[in-house]
């Protein structure tokens, strides 16, 4: 059977995949590093992309690749195809003032209007980390770059076109999940709103009929072939022979590796925490707590996002000065509840719910229960209380959630395995560490090559079920301090 390849272009590495296209065992693998930042030159992107196409002996058994990538990257070209300026990442806030201004321009000043009509327009209400904010930020700080762009892309669709060796910018490919998070694409429609990029960059619409965005391809259609072009380390790379897919947003690629369906959910207990839940219907949260995306399917991808998540066990640990090991028995230890003790982790300020401005705030400290063990299981059950609340901001657009995939570097820790049946209050699933956004690419490639309406089913391999008695009053303890800290911060 033929290979498959599958790239994920994060914000700190590239990972690429080689995998048997009928089953999808791994056949080999790669990783190189990204600079570090909020702001970088997709030219280390295609650098690293090169570098791990090199450390896997090649590409010429593999059939077809699809590329994986970090979502909302602003990446802008000129009439030559040159990059005009460093990319804006989704972590770079420095357009979070442009958001504000967006929302309240197109609810003609009023804040709330503005929300709703962002929200109805495109899924979601807008934040620093969407495209279309970086935009205008450009368009009021850099007004001599905006005026020069011909295209704009993300970052999956810019290496996509690097890899099909092309110069002309109307072969420029994305797909339905990484163009709705650009704040620009209805993924209902499957159309560009070309009105709110000239809202972004100050312009009509008729000026800005002209730039390039890419087409947008379905979610097993074939973007194009690869090129023979010179690689960043000198000589020439022939991928002539290379199916290309049309790649997908982070999120959405993880959701098509772990083989979610609509009605299937998955937590990721990253640096940042992420609830997405593959639907069958489009989600439009006034709120903000939810994006309204779309999935690699053809379906949707509500999500919710925390700034907070493994991070909080990794402060935590530090504070005890302990191992991991250890820190998973003091946790494990205590009783529910950790005595009374309740820790709300807005370490870093909070996105959902929306307090960037909040730090986090430990409850409940009497002689009783400020222990090494308590404060050790509080945080744990700060973290998945977190979670749960993205879960129900999911739920509260009309999307089931009974049960969740857990996935990400938090899962290491056994106490947020073992406590996050009874604390999510749902069965959890806990398949083994994998590069699934990775995966998940080399699975479309695998589509790509099959046809089909349906993506080839690949086992995940190992799968822990774990499921325990609910203890609803664990988050009603937490809910009640959390709500403490949103007063605080609306007295502000």
Same mark, same amino acid.
């Given at each position: 059977m033929p290979l498959v390849a599958g790239v994920d272009s994060s914000t700190q590495s590239c990972k690429l995949v080689v995998r048997d296209a009928a089953t999808g065992a791994l056949v080999r693998e790669a990783k190189a590093s990204h600079p570090d930042g909020s702001e970088v030159h997709p030219d280390h992107w295609w650098a690293a992309l090169n570098e791990v196409i090199d450390a896997v002996g090649g590409l010429? #058994?593999?059939? !077809?690749l699809s590329v994986g990538g970090q979502q909302h990257g602003m990446v802008v070209l000129d009439a030559d195809g040159e990059v005009i300026r460093p990319a804006l990442l989704w972590n770079d806030t420095r357009s979070a003032?442009? !958001?504000?201004?967006? &929302?309240? *321009?197109?609810?003609?000043?009023? *804040? !709330?209007?503005?929300?709703?009509a962002w929200a109805d327009a495109v899924g979601s209400v807008?934040?620093?980390?969407?495209? &279309?904010?970086?935009l205008r930020w450009l368009a009021d700080h850099e007004p001599e770059n905006a005026a020069r762009i011909a295209a704009i892309c993300l970052p999956h669709d810019w290496l996509t076109w690097k890899l099909s060796g092309a110069t002309s910018l109307d072969t420029l490919v994305t797909d339905r999940s990484d163009a709705s998070g650009t704040g620009y694409f209805d993924s209902v429609a499957n159309s560009y709103r070309r009105d709110l990029l000239a809202l972004a960059l100050h312009r009509s619409e008729g000026e800005v009929a002209g730039i390039v965005l890419p087409r947008v391809v379905g979610p097993h259609e074939e973007a194009g072939r690869g090129g023979v072009f010179t690689a960043p380390s000198g000589g020439q790379r022939d991928l002539s022979h290379l199916v290309l897919g049309p790649g997908c947003g982070d999120n959405a690629g993880a959701a098509l590796g772990l083989g979610l369906r609509p009605g299937a959910t998955s937590v990721s207990l990253g640096t940042s925490g992420v609830v997405a839940a593959v639907s069958a219907t489009p989600t439009h949260d006034a709120s903000g707590l939810v994006t309204g995306f779309a999935d690699a399917t053809g379906a949707f991808l509500p999500l919710a996002c925390t700034l907070n998540a493994a991070r909080i066990l990794d402060a935590a640990k530090q504070v005890l000065g302990v191992?991991? #090991?250890e820190f998973d028995r003091l946790a494990l230890s205590a009783e529910p509840g950790a005595a009374g003790l309740v820790h709300v982790p807005y370490l870093e300020g909070e996105r959902t719910p929306n307090l960037p401005e909040a730090t986090g705030m430990l409850t409940g400290m009497t002689l009783t229960s400020l222990t090494p063990a308590n404060y050790a299981r509080a945080a744990v059950e700060g973290l998945l209380c977190l979670m749960g609340a993205g879960m129900d901001a999911v739920r509260g657009?009309?999307?089931e959630v009974d049960a969740v995939t857990l996935v990400g570097g938090g899962v290491k820790w056994a106490c947020a395995r073992e406590l996050a049946p009874a604390v999510l209050g749902v069965p959890v699933d806990v398949p083994e560490p994998g590069e699934y956004v990775a995966n998940g690419a080399a699975k479309q490639a695998a589509w790509v090559l099959a046809g089909g309406e349906e993506p080839p089913t690949w086992e995940l391999?190992?799968? *822990?079920?774990l499921t325990a008695a609910p203890q609803p009053e664990v988050r009603a303890?937490? #809910?009640?301090a959390a709500a403490i800290v949103a007063e605080s911060q609306r007295g502000d």
């Open positions: 010429d #058994d593999v059939a !077809a003032g442009a !958001a504000r201004d967006l &929302i309240r *321009e197109l609810g003609d000043g009023d *804040e !709330a209007a503005g929300a709703k807008l934040v620093a980390s969407l495209t &279309i904010t970086k191992s991991y #090991d657009q009309g999307v391999g190992p799968v *822990e079920h303890a937490y #809910d009640a």
